[in-house]
């Protein structure tokens, strides 16, 4: 076999990592801090994989993982090895974990919400008025927005939303001792169990409350939620609810303050700003790498077999800018282009249920915050913002700006 790919834990260039794993075939092994795998890493080769029953979520066919070759110290054991969830099972219990959450974020039902979000956006924007004229956007803005609107939606207090970033990105980082691995998901398993318990003891007009309540026969067959089941069905939403838009805020003010001429087009009302926010997704997407569908059984893909119990993860920062797809400008963010296409929210069974709710947020904060910041620039060069030290989400440390 073709010796594995390494890829960098501190997620130094994602593109250029990109790039190098897309050059190197559809499918390529790959090696993630000691452990080893396949990459996904074109836009075909990803809308046919990610459609083949060969290929599914349970660990119990992770072939390395049973012989016990994955130590529990593995920094990406949590991403690798959640608790039972939609995320991390097939077929008809996939469809009965699934069912629920992806009825509260109906397109009809993320749009009642447009209200709220503005109102919170409002919000944000006048206390960021306050905090000037430097300001991390990130920490100020693009985490608050999304993080108050699903933590509204299930119930978590505002006082707890600093300790649950803190919780979660500890948990996507792919920087930590084992002794750390162990406390981050010892306390985000606490943080949901006690999310659960409170809503047994004491139901609410929120998310959370309305999961526990509802007995799924009613949308497919499988019955009611267990507490484990809830817990864990809580843990994703809570991370997909707001990670994903936090790095899409974050990513799309970066690139259209590096790119003036795209920021003019979008100001000037030439393009809308829906097409900031696909673009944004296909170039910088929000999750850089998804951790692992493993396979059942041989799985040839054009000159590559895929053995047997390997663990295979989908690269969306090589498949983003697929050539193929994208044609030979893929490497340019270019917000005139039909970026629709794009495969960042996933695809086939797995595709994120949240997606509406994401591009909904970010259309409604982008064109918001450059109307009353019409100044917005860098504080620093962008060569010297630093990424976030995690394979699987691609953001930045924090978004110095000029207000």
Known sequence: MTAPIVMDPLARDNAAEGALLRAAGPVVPVELMGVRGWAVTRHAAARDLLTDHRLVKSAEHWAAYQRGEVPGSWPLIGLALPRRSMVTTDGAEHRRLRALVAQAFTPRRVELMRPAIEKITAELLDRLA?????????????????????????????????????????????????AQVRATITALNAFVDDLVAKRRAQPGDDLASALLAADTEEVVEGGALTDEEAAATLRVIIAAGHETTVNLITNAVRALLTHPDQLALVRSGEV?????????????????????????????????????????????????????????????????????????????????????????????????????????????????????????????RELPVRL
């Not at 978590?156 to 970033?165: G, N, S």
């Open 272 to 396: 809308e700003w829906a097409a900031v926010v696909e673009e944004s997704l296909r170039w910088t997407p929000p999750t850089s790498n998804f951790l692992f569908r493993f396979a059942t059984e041989d799985i040839a893909y054009e000159d590559t077999v895929i053995p047997k119990g390997d663990a295979v993860l989908v690269s969306y920062n090589a498949i983003g800018r697929d050539p193929a797809q994208h044609g030979i400008t893929a490497e340019i963010f270019d917000i005139t282009r039909d970026a629709a296409r794009h495969l960042s929210f996933g695809h086939g069974a797995h595709v994120c249920p949240g997606a509406q709710l994401a591009r909904l947020e970010a259309s409604i904060a982008l064109p918001a915050l450059f109307e009353r910041f019409p100044g917005l620039q860098l504080a620093v060069g962008d060569g010297e913002l630093r990424p976030t030290p995690a394979m699987v989400v691609n953001s930045l």
């Open 130 to 178: 306050g905090l000037g004229p430097v300001v991390d956007l990130k920490t100020a803005f693009a985490f608050p927005l999304p993080m108050t609107v699903i933590g509204s939606l299930l119930g978590v207090p505002e006082a707890d939303h600093a300790y649950v970033r803190e919780l979660y990105e500890s948990f996507f980082s792919s920087v930590k001792d084992p």
